[in-house]
Structures are given as C-alpha cells and as structure tokens.
C-alpha cells in the first residue's frame, strides 16, 4: 500500500484490516485519556488543574505523534511497521497494569501532588503510549494514498474515522467501562485491545517483524488475566471501586468501618452501634440550639449517612432526604456502612444544586458535606448557591457545613466569607477529638444573632430533652468568639470561584 497506483483498490480483507487499526487505535487513544482522570484522581485530586494537565498532555502527544508518524511513513511505508509502532504502544498500556497506581502514588507524594507535579505525573504515565498512537493517523493517510488526485478525500476520510473511534472510545469508556469494571480490567482491555490490533498490523510479516510480533502475542497472554479476573482486596480493605466520579474504597479496623474517596476519609461508623466514628457529624446537632424544632433535614453529599441516623436516633419524627451525585454511594452506604433509611425518607441521585433548583420544597436544616478533599465542587461555593439555599430553607431554617482544613485555610476562609456574605446570622464551632485536622463547622441562618450566654443557656435546656454525645452544651462551648477572615478575603461567585487554587495554596 506504499505506492502510488492509479485505480488500485486493495482485497476487501486488507481493507477491514486497515480501518479496524485505524478506528480502534483513535479508540483506545481517547479511552485512555477518559480513563487516566481515575488514575491520576486518588493521588492528585479531580481538579481543573488535573483536567487541564489531561488535556494538555494528550493534545502534546497528538502534535509529537503525527509529527513523527508522518516522517516514519515516509522511510518505512508499510503498515508491519506501523505494527510495530502500535505493539510498543500496547507494551505502554500493558505496564500501567502493574506501575500505573504505585508510580502516580508515587509521584503525588514526592511532588506534593502540585499542579506541576500533575502535569508530570501526566506526562510520565500517559505520554508515551499516546505518541505512539497518534502516528496512526499520518501513517494511515500515506498508506492509503494510491492516487494524487484523491490525498485530500483520502486524508478526509481517514481522519473522519479516527475521530468517530476516538468518540467510540470516548462514548464506551465513560458510559461503559468506567461504571461497570474495576480500573485494572479496563487498563488491561485497553492493552489487550492495542496488543491485538497490533498482531493484524504485523499479519502476513511475522517472520521479517518477529520481535514485535512476539512482543504483541506475549502482551495479549499477559493482559487477558488482568481482563477476567477480579483484583484480590488488600489488608483490611473489603471494597474498592472506580465509579464515573472516584474511586471509593471501604475498609475495616477496630470494629471501625471506613469510606474513602480518592484517599479522603468521607464517613467513618462504629459497627458496634452505628455511630459516627468522625467527630464533625456529631456537631452538626448543634443545629437544633438555633431551631428547637427541626422536623425536615436535607443532606447534600450522603457519604456514607451517618449524619441522618445519627440525628434520627436522637430526634423523634425527624425526616431525612439525601443527595449525592454517585449512585454507587448510597449502595455502598446501606451495604457497608449501616445506612438505614426510614419510611418517608428518600435518597435522590442527582447533583445537589441542580436538585435544589428544580425543587420548590423547603427544610428545617440543610447540611452540606462536599468541602472536602483535593476536589471541591466549585458551583457549590458560591454565593449564587447559597442564594438557592437560602430559598429552600424555612423560615427558622439552618444551613449547616463542615470545613474540614480548618480555619487558616485560604478555602476555608474564602468559604466562611462568602457564607457571611449570604446570611444574616453565622457561627462558628470548633471540632473537637479530629486528629491532625482542625474541622470548624459553620451554621448559618437568616435570624437575629444569638448571644454566647442564650446560646449556652438554650444548649442547657435541649440537654435535658435530647442526649446527644458530647452534650450541646458542651458543642456550644466550642464556638469562636472572635473573627478570622480579613476584609480582603476572596467572595466566591460563579464568575470566579479558584476552588482549586485555594485549596493548593492551603496545602503548602
């Protein structure tokens, strides 16, 4: 397919063949680039600064790739080599199986997980093997050229079909790999895929392109293992699974139970009794001293629903309705962490403000937990959401949310600013018993503000209504009486809201 022959039409197989490299490469180039978000998410976050460091990387490798494709079609126009190419693309794939997770680990740790210890973790782990597939394209148009009079058509259609595998892969990956395998059988299906693509480039040139021919068929045998078989748990982990937003990790010691979300703890619960094992959910009962009377709750972030038993256990009648984004997370919080909804209860899978938009119902206390991690969801820090809020929340209504890196945090405080910047009256409460983290949990409501001795005084008369455990007198006494935020502190708003730079500023 090397010459220029006027009027050649090469056999129907050649041709199937040829098309199945090129579709299916553009295939795995971009499930790859889907896919390396999950990789990349345990150990750097989900944050634009990862996501740009995806992108900018692949769009890299795209240029190098028909760069150096183009020229390597020019010496070497056969498509044996372009085989050759491609197994040393599935070889890259292949070790990810084994070093992908360690070295981006790894790499997060001794790069403090920064933006630019992102793009090199990016580049490290996915560069190679997406230079190696993008020579496809360039190598495709200079094989199929058999007539100057049609480079143009040629060319055309030829990159027409890459870019309909690169949305075949794109499409498959996040609605079908993604929700439904474990991060190492995906990996492995990728590799196994290029491998075998790369044995129909190399078909019919076995013996003059042995060693890459050997190379694929030992791929394929390494990679269907990883494709059909389950990873065995480690140590004291009894779940693991990468979800179309984290990867979630459930794991055992001390009668404890945890849940991890991209390495962050999101829920923690004593099977012995199903209470919170994180301090912070207990602290949200202080909600009741700013209104007795809470008969509605609205969780935006479930985790793993020790919030909602913990309340409901203590407050007679009390109605819980949850959101959360996954819909892997209430599964895995009635399974592994003893979350129990009651009649007239409801768990909604949605995001949390477009579920508060679309609704015109009101509760007695909302309490938002999603500020929390390397992944922040930054349209649920502004003050255009806690407008919507506001809008939910009865007249005596509580907004209630835990700041989990403590009070010199840049986002923490930019938070707490704009919370302050919404409501009429806000408080402040410390944590206590958080080991190594400063959690403050703000409460916020639209009342006149109330004074330290009523606030104590109203903690002492629900104490002998409700037994809570510290007692809300004791919560009560945890609040700061002193401002923290300067008047330079950032507002955030949908116009600009640097969630993630905030956060990484936190961390230095």
């Given amino acids: 397919m090397g010459r220029i022959l006027p009027g050649y039409t090469p056999p129907v197989l050649s041709r199937v063949r040829f098309y199945w490299v090129v579709g299916v490469c553009g295939a795995v180039l971009m499930a790859l680039e889907i896919l390396s978000s999950r990789i990349l998410a345990p150990h750097f976050g989900n944050s634009v600064y990862v996501w740009g460091s995806i992108i900018s990387v692949f769009l890299a490798a795209l240029s190098v790739g028909y760069l150096w494709g183009g020229r390597l079609a020019d010496r070497h126009p056969s498509i044996a080599a372009l085989g050759r190419l491609i197994a040393l693309a599935a070889s890259f794939q292949a070790a990810l199986l084994w070093i992908g997770p360690p070295l981006a680990a790894w790499l997060g740790g001794v790069t403090g997980a920064t933006p630019a210890g992102t793009l090199l973790a990016t580049t490290v782990l996915f560069g190679p093997a997406s230079i190696l597939l993008a020579t496809v394209s360039p190598y495709a148009v200079?094989?199929?050229?058999?007539?100057?009079?049609?480079?143009?058509n040629t060319a055309g259609r030829l990159y027409a079909l890459s870019t309909l595998g690169s949305l075949a892969g794109t499409l498959g990956c996040t609605f079908g790999l993604i929700p439904f395998l474990e991060l190492r059988q995906i990996i492995g299906l990728l590799a196994l895929l290029t491998a075998v693509t790369a044995l129909l480039a190399l078909a019919g040139a076995f013996r003059s392109e042995a060693a890459?021919?050997?190379?694929?068929?030992?791929?394929?045998?390494?990679?269907?293992?990883?494709?059909?078989?389950?990873?065995?748990?480690?140590?004291?982990?009894?779940?693991?699974?990468?979800?179309?937003?984290?990867?979630?990790?459930?794991?055992?010691?001390?009668?404890?139970?945890?849940?991890?979300?991209?390495?962050?703890?999101?829920?923690?619960?004593?099977?012995?009794?199903?209470?919170?094992?994180?301090?912070?959910?207990?602290?949200?009962?202080?909600?009741?001293?700013?209104?007795?009377?809470?008969?509605?709750?609205?969780?935006?972030?479930?985790?793993?629903?020790t919030a909602a038993g913990y309340l409901q256990r203590?407050?007679?009648?009390?109605?819980?309705?949850?959101?959360?984004?996954?819909?892997?997370?209430?599964?895995?919080?009635r399974k592994y962490l003893l979350f129990a909804p009651r009649p007239g209860d409801r768990v909604i899978v949605a995001d949390a403000r477009s579920f508060l938009h679309g609704s015109n119902e009101r509760w007695d206390l909302i309490f938002c937990d999603t500020y929390i991690g390397l992944s922040v969801p930054f349209h649920l820090t502004t003050v255009q959401f806690l407008e919507e809020v506001k809008r939910h929340l009865t007249p005596q209504g509580v907004f209630a949310l835990n700041l989990a890196a403590g009070l010199s945090d840049p986002f923490s405080q930019s938070m707490y600013n704009t919370v302050r910047d919404r409501f009429r009256s806000v408080y402040l409460f410390r944590v206590r018993g958080t080991v190594n983290v400063a959690n403050v949990v703000v409460l916020a409501t639209e009342q006149p503000a109330v004074l330290p001795p009523q606030l104590a005084a109203r903690a002492r008369q629900l104490d002998a209504r409700f037994r809570f455990e510290p007692t809300l007198s004791e919560m009560a006494g945890t609040r700061f009486r002193d401002d923290f935020v300067s008047r330079d502190t950032l507002l955030l708003t949908d116009e600009y809201a640097p969630v993630d730079r905030l956060i990484r500023l936190g961390q230095r």
């Fill in 142 to 152: 200079r094989l199929a050229i058999h007539d100057l009079g049609t480079v143009g």
């Fill in 314 to 333: 203590r407050v007679p009648g009390l109605r819980v309705d949850s959101v959360d984004i996954d819909p892997v997370v209430p599964e895995v919080a």
């Fill in 212 to 305: 890459a021919s050997a190379l694929a068929a030992l791929l394929v045998i390494a990679c269907v293992p990883a494709v059909v078989s389950k990873v065995r748990l480690k140590g004291d982990i009894i779940y693991e699974r990468v979800t179309p937003y984290q990867t979630l990790v459930v794991h055992e010691r001390d009668r404890v139970r945890v849940l991890e979300s991209d390495r962050i703890r999101q829920a923690a619960v004593h099977l012995s009794g199903g209470e919170p094992a994180l301090p912070y959910i207990r602290w949200s009962a202080l909600s009741l001293v700013l209104n007795p009377r809470i008969e509605r709750m609205l969780i935006l972030g479930l985790g793993g629903g």
